[in-house]
Nanobody
Framework: QVQLVESGGGLVQAGGSLRLSCAAS????????MGWFRQAPGKEREFVSA????????YYSDSVKGRFIISRDNAKDTVYLQMMRLKSEDTAVYYC????????????????WGQGTQVTVSS
């Protein structure tokens, strides 16, 4: 199995920035697609961003495109989410996820999930 641990969440003002990290342990391979989802109170979990094993094809939901940047460091088994120009509607618990197939991850059919990290944006 693979364990995913998120960190970097916190409380920020609207317009500010945060960088989330997801560290993987166990049988993790560079070929895995990794990504981020989020869930706000009373809402369903939604896709945020994904990145393939090689890091060459980042993908974003329309709500965050242009503001968030996903990246990965395979040597450290870590994926990052740089969040900029944060809005109150970005407030949610952010989850890291992994799956060997890109489209499966984007659809939420992930083999592994992290415990989540809270991001709160004050307006």
């Amino acid at each position: 199995q693979v364990q995913l641990v998120e960190s970097g969440g916190g409380l920020v003002q609207a317009g500010g920035s945060l960088r989330l990290s997801c560290a993987a342990s166990g049988r993790t391979f560079s070929s895995y697609t990794m990504g981020w989802f989020r869930q706000a109170p009373g809402k369903e979990r939604e896709f945020v961003s994904a990145i393939t094993g090689g890091g060459g094809t980042p993908y974003y939901s329309d709500s965050v495109k242009g503001r968030f940047i996903i990246s990965r460091d395979n040597a450290k088994d870590t994926v990052y989410l740089q969040m900029m120009r944060l809005k109150s509607e970005d407030t949610a618990v952010y989850y890291c996820a992994a799956h060997p197939i890109f489209l499966r991850l984007v659809q939420g059919n992930c083999d592994y999930w992290g415990q989540g990290t809270q991001v709160t944006v004050s307006s």
